[in-house]
Structure formats: structure tokens, C-alpha cells
């Protein structure tokens, strides 16, 4: 845990006390203190807001070398390798297909766990998202390559191989790729952390 998730909870933890209180003050009719709390309140959120959106503008984007296992708390995942080609079995991409592989695993030494909002995708130099690709995802299945879904459950210190496909347009250059997760919070609210409101995604070029 790092200094700025204690600091997000230090400062929820100490929203959620003061929101009781101005909902005490305001069931006691004395709407005047529960307006100065409520003040204090706005003031206190709107400081740590732009102290977020301030470090998420101003640290440089992370890249992270194929190779390098990324972990988020015991779960880890690691891009082993990508390769292109222009059809999966009998599917043709529209563009090229991009196959990522790769490697998830366990630093835990007694839970099975998952990461079930994974989110993945690619980005190009433009910024543009590209998102996996259902028919080539399905067509990689039936060929027996996909592997076990990112998804799935690992074991405490073991790990999978599980491959991604993408159809990458014919213009984009210099991909990238990115782990995210579907959900918001708390991680879109905490200082200094990838998926903060505003901050550059850590990317693993290909």
C-alpha cells in the first residue's frame, strides 16, 4: 500500500465522519453549523480533487519493457510476446490481427484468486483505443490457442498462459498495450495511480 492510498483512505474516512455529521446537525435543525460543515466539506473535496487532477497531468506516461510482470497486490500479469497475422483459422481481420501473449500469476502463498474486472485493449500513437476482437478471440478458441480466459482463477505461486486478440487498423503505428479495470472506484479517485481521473495509462509497448 503506498503513501497515497493511506491518504485516500485517511481522507474518505474522514468525509464519511464529517457527511454524519451534517446530517446529525441538519436532523437537529441547526441548519447553520450543518452549512459551515458542509462548506469545509466542498472545500476540503475540491483540494484533493485538483491536487489528483494536477499529479495525473503532470507525471509522464510509465512504459513497462515486454517481460516485466506488472502485480497488483499478489495477482500478476506479464505481456510475453505479440505477433501479427492477417487471418485466425479461417478468419480475416479487417486490418491485421495483433495476438498478445500472455502470462498471469500468484505471489500469494494461500489464496486462489482472479481479477474479474480486467480490462484490456491497445493503443496506437494517436491515443485511439482498439479493443479486443470477438471473432478473432472466437476463432482463436476453436483453433485451441486462446488459453485460459485473464479472467479465470491462479493458484497461490502458480501462473497460466492466456493469449488476446486484437484487429488492429491498417493505419495505426506504434502499439502499445494496457491493463485496466471496468470499475472506478477507488481508483479513479486515488493521487498518483494509473487509472486516476485524467492520468496517462502505464503501457507495455509491442
Known sequence: MSLFD?????????????????????????????GRVFIRLTVCVAVYMLVLI?????????EVPIGTPRCFDDWCITVEQSA??????????????CVVTLRVSSRAKRITQREPDVYLYLIDES??????????????AQAGLAGESVSSF???????????????PANARHLAFVKASHGWFPVRLIIGEPQSWLHKPTIVPL
Not at 494536477?54 to 510509465?62: M, V, Y
Open 84 to 97: 501479427r497475422q492477417a487471418t485466425i483459422g479461417t478468419t480475416r481481420a479487417t486490418g491485421t490481427f
Open 54 to 62: 494536477g499529479f495525473s497531468l503532470a507525471e509522464p506516461q510509465r
Open 127 to 140: 491515443g485511439r483505443r482498439i479493443e479486443i476482437s470477438p471473432a478473432g478471440q472466437q476463432a482463436l
Open 154 to 168: 491462479v493458484a497461490p505461486g502458480a501462473s497460466f498462459e492466456s493469449r488476446v486478440v486484437f484487429d488492429v
Open 6 to 34: 493511506i491518504l485516500f483512505l485517511l481522507c474518505f474516512v474522514a468525509a464519511v465522519i464529517t457527511a454524519g455529521r451534517i446530517g446529525y446537525l441538519a436532523i437537529r435543525r441547526r441548519f447553520r453549523a450543518a
